[in-house]
């Protein structure tokens, strides 16, 4: 894997309970063509301990807001990487762990979450003030440790027509026959063209894999 240029690492800093804010400043100041600053995990960073009078509200919106301003004043990114409660819920706001402060004081929310029907298949929820609302699907390469975008956060649950596909992949032989296009258009009585043209796509969520010589197979490992 290719290292960026401009790539800066530092594995520890002040918290906010000691300068760590002026600390942040003085980092982004003294590299004025950063435009990613990402601090893993954010509750390294913040306060070690709740203040006497603090309401946890107050405190998790004035910490967020307090890095905020320096993204702002520097006009560059800063993400929090920030853990989320083991809990469901209708809005996904409401998984991040903390109170309504952290997510209230955020310019835009972004949440990796799993799909609870494959282990292979992940999303991106996007919410934020100046971006358009969207989930997106994610694949993960084990090998360059690296995120690729599939699509739409569609393309992870199958249609119809995507869940017949796999389905005759699943009968298949007990998933040991690998089949062609053209071998599942005639199986299914969809379109060669459609299949040609889906297959990458469960191949690229982890649904499908690809054998040699153009070949498929459903992923026994889901």
């Known amino acids: 894997m290719t290292v960026p240029e401009g790539l800066i690492l530092y594995n520890k800093i002040k918290t906010m309970d000691d300068c760590g804010i002026d600390c942040l400043d003085r980092i982004i100041d003294e590299h004025p063509g950063v435009r990613l600053v990402i601090i893993d995990t954010f509750v390294l960073f913040r306060s070690e301990k709740q203040k006497p009078g603090n309401r946890l509200y107050d405190l998790d919106y004035k910490e967020v807001a307090a890095v905020k301003a320096i993204a702002d004043r520097y006009s560059v990114s800063i993400l929090l990487i920030h853990h989320q409660r083991k809990m ?35 999303k991106l929820l996007v919410k934020g003030r100046d971006v358009e609302q969207g989930e997106y ?43 062609s296009p053209k071998e599942l258009a005639k199986l299914t009585g969809l379109s060669d063209s459609y299949i040609r043209n889906t297959l990458p796509k469960l191949v690229s969520a982890g649904l499908v894999k690809k054998a040699d010589r153009g070949k498929y197979y459903y992923n026994k490992d889901l």
């Open 88 to 122: 469901e819920s209708g809005d996904f706001i409401d998984t991040f762990s903390g109170t309504h402060g952290i997510t209230g004081a955020a310019d835009t929310l972004l949440a990796l979450v799993q799909d609870p029907q494959s282990r292979n298949a992940f």
């Open 137 to 179: 699907a994610l694949n993960f390469d084990k090998v360059n440790l690296s995120w690729s975008l599939i699509g739409e956060g569609s393309v992870i649950r199958p249609n119809q027509m995507q869940q017949q596909l796999m389905n005759t992949l699943m009968r298949s032989s007990s998933y040991e026959k690998p089949l």
